[in-house]
């Protein structure tokens, strides 16, 4: 049984991404970054990074006719 489509697959992944990146930098693992440039940012790209991988479990392959 599949729980994700294609779309759903990279919309995980990306979700993925962006919380790793986001721990990472709160952390102090990954240091200075222009895209990154405070803390704030950093836990908004964890909230966001959840909040699109909640997301990505409501994206279901369609069922063949």
């Known amino acids: 049984m599949k729980t994700h489509s294609k779309i759903g697959?990279?919309?995980f992944v990306l979700g993925i991404l962006s919380?790793?990146?986001?721990?990472?930098?709160l952390t102090g693992a990954l240091e200075y970054?222009?895209?990154i440039s405070n803390k704030s940012f950093a836990v908004l790209f964890?909230?966001?990074?959840?909040?699109?991988?909640?997301?990505?479990?409501?994206v279901k392959p369609q069922k063949a006719k």
């Open 9 to 11: 697959h990279i919309i």
């Open 19 to 25: 919380l790793s990146i986001g721990t990472a930098r």
């Open 33 to 35: 970054n222009s895209f």
């Open 46 to 58: 964890i909230a966001i990074g959840v909040s699109v991988m909640f997301l990505s479990f409501f």
